[in-house]
């Protein structure tokens, strides 16, 4: 690479971020703005008998008035599962849950508004034990109507292949073992806001903190039956996202719908402690799983039971749930696979996508009982595991197409650096390291929306001033995607960096992209931009080799300069682009990318299927105080194989944000509820680790350079979870012969197992 | 409401705020000073530390009135046209942002924190940080950032 690509590179908006000029969305403002109120419900569960909005509708700083039978359409992120309203309708089904809403003059105005209106509910049987889920309740004890068998089990994703159960009965080892996880959250710095604003061409502007702006373009379409012709989303600069701002949401329909019915910009924008009712993070889940080995520790057969608690709406559920059971497919080879997760409808906030979505915790129960094989079979953890690797271009029991994977360099790293050889094992008491693998989709091959059309488009823009323009959905929540678009760009042209701009995430002047979910962004949008940039500089060549009688394919585009090797052609970038643009002006070049056709044709065989997978290895090393519990997570080892890195800087940073996320929900994060009602909506009670938290980190990139990602690239931002929680649980087991089987490992349940054990 | 005069960023404000007011909010709505960010608004993340009277203080728990008379630099007072100050510069270049979110907060923390103590450890940094939530980056680019532009100022 001649460019920028494959070089550290800072991110395009450092400067707007460190000076304070970035433009979040709470950020905005507009002439005549109101600002909503939002009435949410004390009840878990209860029917709505009575909203009495007179005393609100007299105040004189309230413009509008919502509740949720002026827009009842039901919405949500998949089609299979839109069942969330904007505001109730008939009934609430957890505590928070927005019931009614007021636009107001000002942010006091709107709260006090809001606090006028007077609600009278009738309480229902609440459900908050998912367990209670699983029974037969009466009709009208439903969460929802719509669920099976009188049960409020929302799915039930159960896949087997090749009798798993019979292969786990012959097997000379084997365990069967129950976890249990805690529900954790994304915690993103940037509370969730909107801005909408009806346009006097009745068209609608929503500025939103989204990763998702195109799905949430289609569900304000349908909630608000506006034509998608006359709305306009737009993603400004974003807090953080880890899948927790990847839904459409309740207060971006509330906010648009009032802004039509102003016809005035109105703006929202939450709490920390409405972030956290908000929730749609991992499911709290509990999971029976048994792994079987043979003689010398080959993987016999693995089968899982999941209970996964999704709260009271769908979000992306359905997805969630085939997800911990079929990304165990990897990064080891079980030909003898079987899963079957429930996911439940309970009267809490709803769960969705988060960092790793879905496999985060099944993940941590397979790497706990293969260190647990391990020892009984009596080979070394990182030895069963080279054992078991999958191999490069091979199919999975599932038949997910595995192309490049660089796991096995990835543990080789990881155990030569941290000598693990010669100390696993031999610490002394109180000191022990752990290790555990991972593997995660490179983007999701289907869209969420079945249609015909590429994941997604970009142009590429050449004009007189010599500068190119990224148009593209893609949706940078800190990731950097947007330097990603610049990189590309200028490596294909051979420019400097400062020639490329991007105009992103707006979907009136952006083509569609899906949005910054999966780990789908580098490697799609990667793709389309590079073939939209090769396309613009196959324009340019075709042109300069007519004017300048040179052959197309000798030009070359380096440092600023457009040449042939032998001399004939030397001309700056200006002079290309001015021959370029004679007699046709301006120009775009698109380019686009599909996944390849893949899969099975069984049910269930979309979910999982990507076109790449990202692999990983990591060790932890802990220190346990047995006498108080407290772990401390001193160093991780991580080796990460992303493919190409397209910007090693970046990926650094999202090995070590995953390091940081994996170390909050292995020791500290959980979201408890008491009766429907969260106790610890605040960063003093939900424990995020903060600096003196963070343990040495020791980070690898392989570069195991895939077939299908641009340059090689395979994703970085998921990935690098996964094998953190298991790493330090295995370390803690390396440390003091306990296994810690539930999550958060706090010091209680650490000082438990060590009176049990002694 | 009350009417108080504001020193911030060297130029004299005159506003008029409710009395229980902060000072974040004060510059966020009242003053279009968008920089300092609002993420908890209860003294737990350290997004909205600005100085006041030199020191790193939570505008979130800060009331407007007691502002009075004071020195406030913000965010929007830290670097003046191209010349980012150290803990800015090596932010960018170490890549100790990735939404940027808590940025602010952490350039506000991290050049007290320097004056104070020119020569830290890692371990020192972190614990000059331990007020400032980052769910981005682990840490460890912060710390280097840091790190890097102690080195720069003591050069």
Redesign the interface.
């Known amino acids: 690479m001649s460019g920028p690509i494959g070089k550290?590179t800072?991110?395009i908006?450092?400067?707007?971020?460190?000076?304070?000029?970035?433009?979040?969305t709470?950020?905005f403002?507009f002439p005549n703005m109101l600002y909503v109120g939002l009435v949410r419900s004390p009840h878990a569960h209860a029917r709505i008998k009575h909203i009495d909005l007179s005393a609100a509708g007299k105040d004189p700083g309230v413009a509008a008035i919502a509740v949720g039978t002026e827009i009842p359409i039901s919405f949500g992120i998949l089609p299979i599962s839109p069942d969330e309203n904007a505001m109730a309708v008939e009934k609430v089904r957890y505590v928070g849950e927005i019931v009614a809403a007021v636009a107001a003059e000002t942010?006091e105005a709107a709260q006090k508004g809001a606090e006028k209106i007077i609600v009278e509910y009738e309480p229902i049987r609440e459900f908050i034990d998912p367990e209670d889920s699983l029974e037969i309740c009466g009709k009208d004890e439903q969460i929802h109507s719509h669920t099976k068998e009188g049960k409020n089990i929302h799915k039930t994703a159960e896949l087997r292949f090749n009798e798993p159960e019979k292969a786990l009965e012959k097997s000379p080892f084997k365990r069967t073992e129950s976890f249990k996880f805690a529900g954790v959250t994304?915690?993103?710095?940037?509370?969730h806001a909107t801005i909408a604003i009806w346009n006097g061409d009745e068209t609608l502007t929503v500025i939103s903190a989204t990763q998702v702006p195109h799905y949430l373009h289609r569900n304000l379409s349908k909630v608000l039956e506006l034509p998608m012709h006359r709305i306009q989303v737009k993603k400004p600069?974003?807090?953080?996202?880890?899948g927790g701002k990847s839904d459409p949401f309740a207060h971006e329909m509330i906010t648009a719908y009032l802004s039509m019915k102003t016809k005035r910009p109105v703006k929202c924008t939450f709490?920390?402690e409405e972030v956290f009712i908000t929730n749609h993070g991992r499911h709290p889940t509990t999971m029976d799983m048994s792994v079987g080995c043979d003689n010398d520790g080959i993987i016999t057969a693995l089968d899982t039971d999941v209970i996964i608690d999704g709260g009271a709406y769908g979000s992306f559920g359905v997805v969630t749930s085939y997800y911990n059971g079929v990304l165990l497919q990897g990064p080891y080879k079980i030909d003898k696979l079987g899963f079957r997760t429930r996911r439940t409808y309970t009267n809490k906030p709803q769960c969705g996508a988060m960092r790793g979505h879905g496999a985060v915790n099944p993940r941590y129960a397979v790497e706990v009982i293969l260190d647990m094989l391990a020892h009984d079979i009596g080979i070394d953890p990182c030895d069963l595991r080279m054992k078991n690797f999958l191999s490069e271009n091979t199919l999975t029991v599932g038949q997910l197409r595995i192309t490049s994977n660089g796991v096995r360099e990835c543990l080789e790293t990881v155990r030569e650096k941290s000598d693990w050889n010669n100390r696993y094992g031999k610490l002394p008491y109180g000191r022990g390291l752990g290790v555990a693998c991972g593997f995660f989709i490179s983007g999701s091959a289907l869209p969420i929306i079945w249609n015909r059309y590429p994941q997604t488009v970009v142009h590429a823009k050449l004009d007189f001033d010599g500068r190119i323009v990224m148009f593209s959905g893609a949706s940078d929540?800190?990731?950097?995607s947007d330097t990603i678009l610049v990189q590309i760009a200028a490596e294909e042209l051979g420019i400097p960096m400062d020639f490329v701009q991007v105009e992103v995430a707006d979907t009136k002047t952006t083509p569609v992209d899906l949005g910054s979910y999966s780990s789908r962004v580098t490697f799609m949008v990667g793709n389309a931009a590079k073939m939209a940039t090769e396309r613009i500089r196959n324009e340019m060549a075709k042109a300069i080799a007519k004017e300048k009688s040179v052959s197309a394919k000798d030009i070359l585009f380096r440092d600023k300069k457009i040449f042939t090797k032998d001399g004939t052609l030397d001309i700056a970038w200006e002079d290309g682009v001015e021959i370029a643009m004679a007699g046709r002006g301006a120009f775009v070049e698109s380019g686009y990318y599909i996944s390849p056709k893949l899969g099975g044709d069984f049910k269930g065989s979309g979910a999982g299927l990507s076109p790449a997978y990202s692999f990983g290895a990591f060790i932890s090393e802990v220190a346990v105080n047995p006498d108080t519990g407290e772990v401390n997570v001193e160093k991780i080892w991580a080796a990460h194989d992303c493919g190409k890195a397209l910007n090693p800087?970046?990926v650094?940073?999202q090995i070590?944000?995953?390091?940081?996320?994996g170390l909050g929900q292995a020791v500290s994060e959980d979201m408890r509820f008491v009766q429907g009602q969260i106790m610890n909506a605040?960063?003093?009670d939900y424990r995020?680790p903060?600096?003196?938290d963070?343990p040495e980190?020791d980070v690898s990139i392989i570069e195991s350079n895939d077939g299908e990602g641009p340059y090689g690239a395979k994703e970085a931002g998921e990935g690098p979870i996964h094998p953190v929680l298991p790493s330090i649980g295995n370390a803690i087991h390396d440390a003091v012969g306990i296994r810690m089987m539930e999550l958060p490992i706090t010091p209680d349940k650490i000082l438990n197992k060590v009176r049990e054990k002694n | 409401m009350e009417k108080v005069q504001l020193n911030i960023n060297g130029f004299t404000r005159i506003v008029l705020v409710d009395p229980h007011e902060t000072i974040l909010d004060t510059l966020r709505n009242r003053l279009f000073l968008t920089g300092t960010k609002k993420c908890c608004d209860e003294g737990t993340c350290g997004s909205c530390t600005m100085l006041i009277d030199s020191k790193p203080v939570l505008g979130c728990l800060t009331p407007t009135v007691r502002c009075v008379g004071k020195e406030i630099v913000t965010i929007e007072g830290i670097s003046s046209g191209d010349d980012l100050h150290p803990v800015q510069k090596h932010l960018v270049k170490n890549g100790g942002m990735q939404c940027g979110f808590c940025t602010p907060g952490v350039v506000m923390t991290a050049i007290p924190y320097l004056e104070e103590n020119p020569n830290p450890s890692v371990n020192d940094i972190k614990e000059g940080l331990s007020g400032n939530l980052c769910r981005c980056t682990g840490y460890k680019k912060i710390i280097e950032a840091v790190k890097d532009a102690a080195e720069e100022l003591n050069t």
């Open positions: 550290p800072p991110y908006d450092g400067v707007d971020k460190v000076t304070g000029q970035a433009m979040y709470d950020d403002r942010v994304h915690a993103f710095t940037e509370p600069a974003l807090g953080g996202g880890f709490t920390r929540i800190g990731q950097g800087l970046a650094e940073g070590e944000g995953s390091i940081h996320m605040n960063f003093f995020i903060y600096s003196v963070t980190m």
